[in-house]
């Protein structure tokens, strides 16, 4: 259980929470959610002791083990291959394991003085990185870094060697693979394409852990979590459902305080006007302190303020095309004349078409995107837009095309034709610019804020086909929900490319499943495109896949055994080489003393037991050594062995 109690948090002069609190139970799924910058991040900061709070204070259970997603880290300070940084999440396994090879290394080379001792420690680590999975880790690394898309011949590669993105997946591997008992999440899916998304979705799924996920993914909040605190104007509150179950209880929380609220303002409105008329009069004076003490002790209802919405983003009815938006036929594309992206690709866009294209990252999507839009020629086959259609394309790119000394307003109003400042201040809020934020320079907002802008600027005069390349990037939950509301009933033609599920499911009517070098049309939702990749897979597949994961699993298997009946027999034979040893010392120190005895003659003694006993000891004490000599050997060569990969 963690308990979060009225704790307080301010940067600078600006406040983040202001005596906020919550408890999390062992086990619990929580989605946390909240608008951009209302202190999510800081919730999690607070948790993992990386900042400190100003008031109140955070209870954690003895020992527990916290594992969160990285979002800076510099690759250059990690000398390691991939598989090697997954694997490493856990340090107290790492650091059991280099203690056990030095060990060994130690015994090997007679570098220890009580190798009995050493043993019993060795047999103890054993156990211990037994119980803690540590014979486990490499497969689990694996399995994680296959399923977050990376490839099994790249595992060697170092981790320094690869792009930002595929760095993440690797750094979320590597939390998955720790299995801490607290695991937080900040934005998990970024860098993630949709498959990833499905594989993470899955296996959270399976977690026994308590999950804290910081997400604008609907999809995943309501698929993993059954409880969701929100972060907003200062506070945190609980709410014990997942996202769908959030949005409709806060409403129904916000009109019931609202009414309590309202009917507490009359019933202290009307015992003050009692006070105030009969303040003055002996024969009222109980009943006036009876009425004083009521408003003192009455709590005042604290009402919840509103979430800042971004309002609804109305787009402009465009010009009307003709039926065929695009006809594409015969497109290929390569960059070096032998090795093909796209090969082969026919398309035809009709008229209100919504197409979304999905796939594994590096399978051509926004490439693809590129020549749709005309920004990018084709290497061969033809590309011919439909009568009267005027495309617009945005990607992250053109955010920093725009003139950085205009304003917020004045790049928008600049590109409106007959557009009043109400609706372009509408379109604006909807993509999170309201108030005075309208007067911002460009050259002065963030990266996200550009991006949104560009969107703003584009959808101001919508052209009649949109071909947008991850147009929720950047965006919160509620400016998601509003954008996708407002393509879904946007009168034109449009394409997109998006790693928000939810936002694929809701706009797009039509889904591109990118394959390499060509690409497949599916005539509905994602749901049905879901439903029919289950279902189309394959039989020859299923035979040359099946076999192979379940191959990769019995060996995983049989390396476990091996590994845990390697372990089973060295713990054998370090006792019997143990048990081996002190017979052979009791038999050399009864001789040593047997032979004093013969060294001084005494008439009360037996010589010839003495003599006996001797003889017994000169046969016992070779087949001790001789025995001591078969088990070290046996230990030897065991400690040689190499386990398979």
Known sequence: MIDFVDISKTFGTHEVLKYASFRINDGERVGVVGPNGAGKSTVFALLRGEISADTGSIEFPKNIRIGHLRQEFNPQDVDMTVLEYAESGRQDLTDMHDEMEKLEHDLHHDKVKDREAVLAHIGRLQTLYEAGGGYQTRARAQTSLCGLGLMEDSFARPFSSYSGGWQMRAELARVIVADPDLLLLDEPTNYLDIPAIEWLREYLKS????????????????????????????????????????????????????????NQRRVREQAQLFIDRFRAKNTKAA????????????????????????????????????????????????????????????????????????????????????IVAGILPPSEGTRTLGHNVVPGYQSQEFAETMDPDLTVYETVKNVSEGSGMQEIRTLLGGFGFSGDTVEKKVGVLSGGEKIRLAFARLLINPPNFLVLDEPTTHLDIAAREALEKA??????????????????????????????????????GYDYYCEKMAMEAPKAVEEIVKPKESERKMQRRERAELIQERGRRKRDLTTKLAETEKIIDLLEAEEKELVGKLANPDENKSYAMINRRLYEIHIELPKALHEWEAVSLDLEKLLAEALPD
């Not at 003490?293 to 005042?300: G, I, N, V």
């Open 287 to 370: 009943l006036v302190q009876s009425k004083i003490k009521m408003l003192e002790r009455m709590e005042k209802i604290a009402i919840p303020l509103r979430i800042t919405s971004p309002g609804r983003i109305h787009l402009k009815k465009p010009e009307r095309s003709g039926q065929e938006v695009l006809k594409m036929e015969n497109i290929g594309l390569t960059y070096d004349g032998s090795t093909w992206v796209l090969r082969g690709v026919d398309l035809s866009v009709q008229r209100g078409d919504k197409l979304a294209f999905v796939g594994l990252n590096g399978t051509g999507k926004s490439t693809f995107l590129r």
């Open 207 to 262: 977690f026994n852990g308590t999950m804290l996920l910081i997400s604008h993914d609907r999809y995943l909040l309501n698929s993993l979590t059954s409880v969701t605190l929100e972060v907003a104007n200062f506070q945190t509150e609980k709410y014990k459902g997942n996202y769908d179950y959030y949005v409709k209880e806060r409403i129904v929380r916000y009109e019931q305080r609202l009414a309590a609220a309202e």
């Open 487 to 524: 393509l879904k009933e946007f009168h034109g033609t449009v394409c997109i490319v998006s790693h928000d599920i939810q936002f694929v499911r809701q706009v797009a009517t039509t889904i591109a499943a990118m394959r390499p070098p060509g690409i497949k049309l599916y005539s509905g």
